[in-house]
């Protein structure tokens, strides 16, 4: 079993690695923020990993217990899932322009278009 | 005792499966070229992240994950696919080669890094020794909630908060300006188009 303590850190680089390369590889703008969201949801998972306590409960007081996940990270995660969002919903806007502009949301039609002014 | 090992086999097994499945969700999204299908991906992807974080003892993250993730993106991402387009297109697959051996790279030095990592769960962990006794142990009686994540987020990080708070308020007016302005363009230009249409008639 003791392969399974790095499980949870192997998924998270898999995942943040399918983030980065739809970032870098893929051409379409949506996709784009998709795999930006991928990306920011897999450091997520890393914090909360992080924050597991073995045998530990959710940070919420209870009588009689004491071992606690440690709250720190969740309230960071907190913070960062809603002002991902935010980030998103910006994208996202700008990606509306974009098409509005330009009529295509695929990265080479854009640069094309660039080229021919 | 017996019992309480049980208990962790079954966390363990459930935890593995959930991660297995982000990853295929994760390969699916790369691969589909429909963009409402990655739309569905993405709300399926970020449940089961929620699901994940229950598993994983942070209840408040799986609630603001579930709502957030899987609720308002997914509209978001509807409503941006209703003005733009649904479908993606092909790319060439030379650049794709490049992007391919960067992101290999990136992910072994990544795997390498994680092997200095304390073992999931150990008790021992930095982050289980410094700070975390302080507020799991004196929180609730200094601030007066049981819930300790509320408690930090509120008093002792409430400056965070009230920064969140501010990059909310930008990205909103943000959105507002980006898509706001497209609209009075466009009703400029078709006002513009009836004054010509007027004087050529």
């Known amino acids: ?90 994208g996202l806007a700008l990606v509306v322009r974009v098409q509005e502009a330009y009529g295509s949301i695929e990265e080479d039609e854009i640069h094309k278009q660039d080229d021919l002014h | 005792m017996e019992v309480r090992r049980w208990g962790c086999v079954i966390e363990a097994i459930i935890d593995i499966v959930l991660l297995t499945f982000l990853v295929i969700v994760g390969v699916a999204i790369l691969l589909v070229r429909n963009l409402l299908a990655v739309t569905m991906l993405t709300g399926i992807y970020s449940l089961l992240v929620a699901t994940l974080f229950v598993l994983l003892d942070a209840v408040d993250v799986a609630l603001t994950e579930a709502a957030v993730g899987a609720g308002l993106l997914v509209i978001l991402m509807l409503a941006t696919i209703a003005l733009t387009t649904q479908k993606e297109k092909v790319h060439a697959a030379r650049q794709n080669a490049v992007a391919l051996v960067v ?56 400056i965070d908060t009230l920064g969140e708070a501010v990059v909310i308020f930008a990205a909103a007016v943000g959105v507002l300006l980006v898509l706001g302005t497209g609209r009075v363009r466009r009703r400029r230009d078709t006002e513009e188009h009836e004054d010509e249409a007027r004087e050529r008639s």
């Open chain 1, 1 to 90: 079993m003791e392969w399974l303590g790095l499980y949870n850190y192997w998924v998270v680089v898999v995942l943040m690695m399918i983030g980065f390369y739809i970032v870098i590889a893929q051409g379409n703008l949506i996709k784009k923020l998709v795999g930006l969201n991928i990306f920011q949801t897999s450091v997520f998972i890393f914090f909360i990993s992080l924050a597991h306590l073995e045998g530990g409960t959710a940070p919420i007081a209870i009588e009689g217990v004491t071992a606690y996940s440690n709250p720190l990270p969740h309230v960071l995660i907190l913070t960062a899932i809603v002002v991902g969002v935010a980030l998103t919903a910006m």
């Open chain 2, 103 to 158: 992101v290999v790279v990136t992910g072994a030095a990544l795997i390498y890094g994680t092997l200095d990592i304390p073992p999931f769960g150990d008790p021992n962990a930095p982050a289980h020794v410094h700070l975390s006794p302080r507020f799991t142990q004196e929180s609730p009686e200094e601030i007066g909630i049981p819930n300790m994540v509320t408690s930090v987020l509120a008093t002792y990080r409430g």
